[in-house]
């Protein structure tokens, strides 16, 4: 997955450090701009787009963008935040935005062969995970030129560069 993930295999199977080797994930640039632009997007110009990308499950920190939409509901700040992606969590999370009156905010749009329209809308893209060896999602987002912000993760450690790139 990349070069962290490797030394950590290593400590665990040092008999094997010599056959080890990674390769980054194949990302077709071209291909990702091309479909952000197959579809649109519902985007207001009054509000605040934002755009998570994963499994629902716990690790991917779901959770943690709920309460953070919770934080920017009760700022006033006007947004719509988009969860792309479904999983065993999703019946949790709906009850978690539900309970935080967030239903007008939180959209979760199920799994999506092609979620980068949701990308290309939106003003930030946010990886919220518990834990991430390599966030694909992120790079995926900084080729639309998007804005990162991201957990202190393995992975959104490796891509993101604190007030350079993301946050």
Same mark, same amino acid.
């Not at 290309?120 to 912000?149: N, R």
């Given at each position: ?49 934002? /755009?998570? /990308? ?90 639309? /030129? ?22």
């Amino acid at each position: 997955i990349n070069e962290n993930v490797k030394q950590m295999l290593k400590e665990f199977y040092p008999q094997y450090a010599d056959k080890m080797t990674y390769l980054d994930n194949y990302v077709n640039e071209q291909e990702i701009i091309k479909k952000s632009t197959e579809y649109s997007v519902d985007k207001k110009d009054s509000e605040y787009v934002l /755009c998570t /990308c994963g499994r629902l499950v716990q690790v991917k920190g779901f959770d943690l963008a709920v309460y953070a939409a919770k934080i920017l509901k009760d700022r006033g700040i006007p947004f719509v935040w988009y969860f792309v992606g479904d999983g065993v969590e999703r019946n949790v999370l709906e009850e978690l935005i539900q309970r935080n009156d967030l239903q007008e905010n939180i959209i979760i749009t199920g799994m999506k062969d092609n979620p980068y329209p949701y990308m290309a809308a939106s003003d930030i893209y946010v990886q919220p995970s518990y834990e991430e060896s390599y966030g694909l999602a992120i790079l995926e987002a900084m080729i639309l /030129c998007k804005p990162v912000v991201t957990t202190s993760t393995m992975g959104g450690k490796l891509l993101v560069q604190k007030n350079v790139n993301g946050l």
